[in-house]
């Protein structure tokens, strides 16, 4: 979506936590022409702390590190260095990003992190921008609950990078004929959704590796938390809760690779509908085609044209190809055909480093100031 770009003094300002790490950088690449986000503050580890962000960061992106955070010096990952920031987006490792941005928040900062630690908080949302930004209507109940009540600060996180890929035509399917019964999912995910440097190259050259820890489970979880609904608890008034698509029980079962392929995770994925008849592979393309998440109508920026690109080859998606169509913003679904054990299978692709990660957390982001959920 084409936002005007606002002047500088204007702009709203951002930090990067994680700075130098992979989703670091893909956030530092995608906020360099942002109409109204500018980066203000990185943050990365001790090691890192005080240097220049260019004599600090190996730099893995395509294009140059951009010029405005070549000579920004990174800052130890304390809330009182990024206290000039409306948004701070986490790049940070799973094992040091709970209390760091416990902290953030606490400290009335509003967070949108890749990390897992706050995925399964009952009052944090779990968000996939072209799926269910409605969830983000929980922050005011997490400002609530937390010690002490909060005026400005939050967490927002995003759905694994596999999750995320997949959630899309979910998304749509179930809001075209209703809810899902069960799906079957298999992963061929990149080496990129390791990190840097990744998977030692003698185990992936010539090789598919057939587990990645914790995936499987995250992608069963998180897809129902994602899919449900949020509604007001039975058990306390005016308490909102996720209901983890519990008025339909969705069934997952999710078989996670690893394979050589550097950007972008393919997924073939079979479904059940709970309708009967289930719609036609016909019925589903048009579904799929047509599906347009809310995002699309606010002020998001970072928005694709197209969430789900179709194609009617029979070959596509394919990594190499399909990975940087909309600068990965969206998914790419191909091979919609009827499925002789469920109903309907079909295969998506997704930029794990981009609608998989940072892009992700921007939309995000751009959605909680479309929602005047953060004052700019």
């Known amino acids: 979506m084409q936002v005007q770009a606002v002047p500088e ?9 994680g700075a130098t790490g992979t989703v670091g950088q893909r956030f530092i690449t995608l906020l360099e022409n942002h109409p ?42 304390f809330p009182e ?35 897992k630690s706050y995925r ?22 997490q400002r609530r609950h ?18 995320t890929g997949v959630v899309i035509p979910l998304a749509a399917l179930e809001h075209a004929f209703g809810p899902i019964e ?39 979880w998180e897809t129902l938390k994602i899919l449900g609904g949020l509604s007001e608890s039975e058990a306390e008034a005016g308490r909102l809760s996720f209901d983890m698509h519990a008025h339909a029980p969705l069934r997952i079962s999710a078989s996670c690779t690893r394979v050589p392929v550097v950007e972008g995770h393919t997924e073939t994925v079979s479904v059940r509908f709970v309708r009967r008849p289930p719609p036609t592979p016909e019925q589903v393309r048009e579904a799929l085609v047509t599906y347009t998440p809310a995002i699309q109508s606010a002020s998001c ?37 009827q ?19 940072a892009t992700s957390s921007i939309m995000n982001a751009e959605m909680a100031i479309s929602k005047g959920l953060i004052a700019v």
């Open 182 to 220: 069960s799906c079957i999912i298999t992963t061929l995910q990149a080496i990129s959704g390791a990190g840097y440097p990744g998977v030692p190259s003698l185990d992936i050259f010539d090789n598919v590796v057939p587990y990645i820890p914790g995936e499987e489970e995250k992608l069963e």
């Open 339 to 357: 499925c002789p054990v469920l109903d309907i299978k079909f295969v998506v692709l997704s930029s794990n480093v981009n609608i998989g990660a």
């Open 301 to 337: 920026p970072s928005a694709p044209r197209y969430a789900i690109w179709v194609h009617e080859e029979p070959d596509r998606p394919q990594p190499r190809l399909d990975r940087a169509f909309q600068q990965g913003a969206g998914v790419s679904v191909g091979r919609v055909r």
């Open 120 to 141: 399964r908080d009952p009052n944090v949302p779990l968000v996939v921008p072209l799926v269910n930004p409605h969830h983000l209507n929980i922050i005011p109940q």
């Open 9 to 17: 003094e204007k702009r709203v300002r951002v930090g990067v936590l």
């Open 36 to 77: 109204f986000f500018v980066v203000h503050a990185l943050g990365a580890s001790a090691r890192s702390a005080g240097k220049s962000y260019a004599l600090a960061t190996s730099w893995k992106q395509t294009t140059p590190i951009p010029s405005a955070v070549q000579n920004l010096i990174i800052k130890p990952c």
């Open 146 to 163: 937390h010690s002490p009540p909060l005026r400005k600060g939050f967490i927002v996180t995003n759905a694994n990078c596999s999750t």
């Open 81 to 115: 260095h990024f206290l000039d920031c409306v948004v701070v987006f986490s790049g940070l490792d799973a094992d040091v990003a709970g209390d760091i941005e416990a902290a953030f928040r606490a400290a009335e900062l509003a967070i949108f992190s890749n990390a």
